[in-house]
């Protein structure tokens, strides 16, 4: 239904590239793709790689159409049940693994630095970070991790994992991903 509404024609993937929600390149192969509907598939493929802000910036985009901005306001009231994901006490003083860290890692998207940062590491740390790797935020955030994971040794546990995502504010789907 959104591929047949012409979406990626429009603004929509030059806002969320403005607001970094997509690179440079995603957006030259969004806009590269031959028709519409292929547009608008490819733009549907990348936006949950991108992180918890993503579906947020998408809605803020959609200003052109408001009809899809409603639809979709309404769908998520609709199917919105939050409810609070406690960590259960047999594994909050476990190291989390690094494929545990590798899925949270797709999950943060932008929001990694944040979550790095309520986990202690400094500015030059998280610099180092986005220079060894410019191009994939994900292998920014999973190198974060990793160093984070190294420095605290036997300190980097779940609970510790746990309390940055919550402090971070992140979407309560990259904790659950973690229990995983």
């Known amino acids: 239904e959104l591929c047949s509404q012409a979406i990626a024609d429009g603004l929509v993937p030059q806002y969320l590239f403005q607001e970094s929600i997509i690179t440079s390149e995603q957006l030259e192969e969004i806009t590269s793709q031959a028709t519409s509907q292929r547009r608008a598939m ?41 409810k609070t994901v406690d960590l259960p006490n047999n594994i909050k003083d476990i190291c989390p693994s690094d494929r545990q860290l590798s899925l949270l890692a797709d999950h943060l998207g932008a929001e990694w630095e944040k979550v790095l940062g309520y986990l202690g590491l400094d500015h030059v740390e998280l610099y180092k970070c986005k220079i060894q790797h410019p191009y994939c935020l994900h292998s920014q955030a999973m190198e974060g991790l990793v160093k984070w994971k190294q420095q605290m ?28």
């Open 153 to 180: 040794g036997h300190k980097a546990t779940m609970q510790c994992l746990w309390q940055a995502l919550q402090a971070a504010e992140v979407h309560p789907s990259a904790l659950t991903d973690l229990l995983q």
């Open 42 to 82: 490819k733009l549907l493929d990348v936006l949950p790689t991108r992180g918890p802000r993503a579906f947020h910036f998408f809605l803020e985009s959609l200003s052109e159409f408001p009809w899809i901005r409603n639809k979709l306001d309404q769908i998520c009231k609709e199917s919105q049940v939050e």
